[in-house]
């Protein structure tokens, strides 16, 4: 007889590491994973999943996986780590960060997160008990990472908005109220490359098989942008440009949305003006893309019943993020297409619960208004940039590594850094950091293999659990859903567990309220008034029901605002896209494009000695940033990183197929394999990040090869405007190639 057990839950953690929250089934036999595959009773993913998550049972039983506490007993660097207790691991981080607050202040500690998945709950849970406003998702310059895009729509509509397949909706594409959107603008986004930001990119081709033509906004050519309408092969870093050169096609050639604008748009006539500053044909001259490519593709967009946009980092990336996610906005608004079937539809946490404070709005929810307006006053970056300090929670992450360099204007002693490699992973300027981070008098790392962050500075280890393993909520957007724990693996504990005991020991009197964890959980679910054996009971997820959290045309059934009048949750009620709230912060109230900080335009000089623009930072299939590289088929699939070099750009260089190669700047240079590929245009370069390897040394000064291998070595820091979001140079960076035998 079998004694398999199949278990539901949602993937939503280390592991896969995404943002997605598909749901799994759990193949359990004898308190062990053997098996795992899509839920095809879960709306979002139906049944699908990646090669991540079906990796799972190789990744969760790793032999390399860290499954007890460690502590250092060599020198940094040196890979000498002894198990202890959970006991002792919590001992020590108890007793140096209350040593380290007692001598310089809480603020001297920063709290570090990696990319997206549950960390945001429980890290702000630690952060805000132990006393410290620098919570940080450090490395990632110009907090480039769809916090740009929420701080822009969430300024000027008042809520988020994402591309509408269906996602909100039980029956999706059967469901009557939705409709195909005739458009989507995947921009600079190659959607079906991962799950971005709970929105998966299998939707988009289940949106083309039933009839959406796709503007592909992209450098490269890839999947999507062979089967589009449109292809404007932008050059990187020109979003901005192109936006607002779509808006001044729309608005002067009288194809904009006149009723929905009458009625619920500010600022028309200051965007026309400001539109008009970009004409086609010096567009086109910025952007690479031929005028008339660019004004056919705002006619189609425009003249469409119903588009959307469904947008990624590179947008975030430009110069000033912000500014160029407002521009991108404002098409969706001028041609009337927010929350409207098949449009961009407005979204929520689910049922209204927050599990990830995304916002300030959210944090205060959380943790009152009081605790984060005094966090405000040491938070780093906050008194510099107005977004920092009025949109989101986090310290500004390149003023965080600086001021850990410089000690000024107050010293920073210790770090708490949980799932995030921040020496292997994203940081621009990852030597830098590695350097700066050294200095720190006390380094906690909460993760689940060793990687170049746990071997060069982690005093204590704390083994982290993955999905299957742990229980937790998520709100992201829909549907509001709990995840179970079924399996244990070694000593392994879930982020929420660990701080949740950190947190207790430093504010036993803020947290003494919630005996357990399901207690805590309970009372974040509230808002839904179902808690999480209710909706265990309902099979794990609950989709929204109809009111605030659920499309659509919210705005004009008065479900938007907290007055419960018709209109947008802003000042005006109105989509304001002359953005007085920016205004009043020094910033621009109108969407603007700024050049890229390296390019033939900007530095010519520095073209000359590097004429090629180096695209990173691609979502892949395989592996979540710099994760998975020691997960045998995933590895399989991709062994070594690799450059993508157009065959005659690689010609000139000299550069066979397959060859290893450098690619270099004055920052330093770092290995590539040369891959020929016509994906490419001719001065670009594209390449993978995240690449350490987990096969060679690990005690430093190899690092697992990261000095080698990590292409943000030589990526440089940002240029982010007056938000303070924006201008990591991920995209834009300039460099050569070089043979490495030559
Ligand atoms: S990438 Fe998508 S399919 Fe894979 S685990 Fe995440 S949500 Fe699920």
Redesign the pocket.
């Known amino acids: 007889m079998d004694d398999t057990t199949v278990y539901r839950t949602t993937?939503w953690s280390a592991g896969?590491g995404?943002h997605?929250?598909?749901g799994?089934k759990l193949h359990v036999k004898n308190g062990k994973l053997v098996r795992i595959e899509?839920d095809e009773n879960h709306p979002w993913?139906q049944g699908?999943?990646?090669p991540?998550?079906l990796a799972m049972t190789q990744y969760m039983y790793h032999p390399d996986r860290i499954t007890r506490p460690l502590k250092r007993v060599g020198a940094r660097g040196e890979g000498k780590f002894e198990p202890i207790s959970w006991d002792e691991a919590y001992d020590t981080c108890e007793k140096r960060l209350n040593e380290i607050k007692r001598k310089y202040g809480a603020e001297s500690a920063i709290f570090v997160q990696g990319t997206g998945r549950d960390i945001g709950g429980p890290i702000t849970m630690l952060a805000y008990s132990y006393g410290s406003p620098n919570w940080v998702q450090l490395g990632l310059s110009g907090h480039s990472c769809y916090t740009p895009r929420l701080g822009a729509m969430k300024t000027v509509m008042g809520d988020f908005a994402v591309a509408d397949c269906s996602q909100y909706l039980e029956r999706r594409y059967e469901d009557p109220q939705w409709k195909v959107p005739e458009i989507i603008i995947t921009w600079g986004q190659n959607s079906t490359m991962?799950?971005p930001d709970g929105f998966?990119g299998s939707w988009v081709v289940d949106c083309m098989k039933l009839g959406t033509r796709i503007i592909a906004v992209e450098p490269r050519n890839t999947w999507l942008s062979s089967r589009a309408l449109h292809h404007l092969q932008l050059r990187p870093g020109t979003d901005g440009a192109l936006a607002l050169a779509m808006i001044n096609v729309i608005i002067g050639e009288g194809l904009y949305d006149k009723e929905f604008v009458a009625k619920w748009v500010q600022g028309f006539d200051a965007l026309r003006e400001r539109a008009a500053q970009y004409p086609l044909d010096e567009v086109a001259k910025i952007t690479e893309i031929p005028a008339q490519e660019i004004a056919a593709a705002a006619r189609a967009f425009a003249r469409a019943k119903q588009a959307a946009v469904q947008w990624g980092v590179p947008v975030d990336m430009c110069p000033d993020g912000t500014a160029v996610a407002h521009a991108i906005t404002c098409l969706s608004v001028i041609t009337g297409n927010i929350d409207k079937p098949g449009g961009q539809v407005i979204a929520r946490p689910s049922h209204g619960v927050t599990s990830y404070p995304f916002s300030t709005e959210e944090l205060v929810k959380l943790y009152g208004a009081d605790l984060i307006a005094r966090l405000n006053e040491k938070r780093i970056g906050a008194d510099v940039y107005p977004m920092v300090k009025n949109f989101r929670g986090w310290a500004q992450p390149d003023m965080v590594i600086d001021q850990v360099e410089s000690g000024v204007p107050y010293p920073v002693k210790a770090a708490w850094i949980q799932t995030a490699n921040v020496v292997g992973g994203q940081s621009a300027r990852a030597k830098f950091h590695l350097e700066a981070l050294k200095k720190l008098e006390f380094i906690a790392v909460v993760d689940l293999f060793h990687n170049p962050t746990t071997m060069a500075l982690a005093d204590i280890i704390l083994p982290a659990a993955t999905f299957p393993e742990k229980d937790s909520i998520r709100s992201w957007w829909a549907p509001l859903i709990s995840i179970k724990k079924r399996v244990q693996v070694g000593e392994c504990k879930s982020d929420w567990e660990i701080n949740f005991e950190l947190a207790k020991r430093f504010n036993p009197e803020g947290m003494k309220r919630w005996k357990t964890l399901e207690d805590m959980f309970n009372e974040r679910l509230a808002p839904s008034k179902m808690t999480v054996a209710d909706l265990q009971q309902q099979g794990g997820f609950k989709m929204p029901e109809d009111g605030p959290f659920k499309p659509y045309f919210r705005h004009e059934r008065g479900l938007l605002r907290p007055d419960g009048k018709p209109g947008f949750n802003t000042k005006s009620g109105k989509i304001e896209v002359y953005c007085d709230t920016f205004e009043g912060w020094g910033m621009d109230p109108l969407p603007f494009y700024t050049e890229p900080p390296q390019s033939e335009r900007s530095t010519p000089e520095l073209f000359k000695k590097y004429p090629l623009v180096m695209i990173t930072g691609a979502r892949s299939q395989l592996f979540f940033h710099a994760e998975h590289r020691q997960i045998p088929w995933l590895r399989e699939k991709l062994p070594d990183p690799t450059v993508e070099i157009h065959p005659e750009t690689a010609k000139k260089y000299a550069i066979y197929d397959g060859e290893w190669v450098y690619l270099e700047n004055d920052m330093g240079r770092v290995k590539r394999k040369a891959k020929f590929s016509l994906q490419v245009k001719r001065h670009h370069v594209h390449t993978m990040h995240g690449w350490w390897m987990p096969e060679m040394e690990g005690k430093a000064p190899s690092l697992y090869g990261v000095g080698d291998f990590q292409i943000n070595n030589i990526i440089p820091g940002p240029q982010c405007a007056k938000s303070g979001f924006g201008g990591g140079q991920y995209k834009t960076t300039l460099c050569t190639l070089a043979k490495i035998s030559a």
Request: proline share 6%.
């Open positions: 993937a896969p995404c997605g929250g598909c799994q899509g993913n699908r999943s990646c991540r998550v991962g799950c998966f």
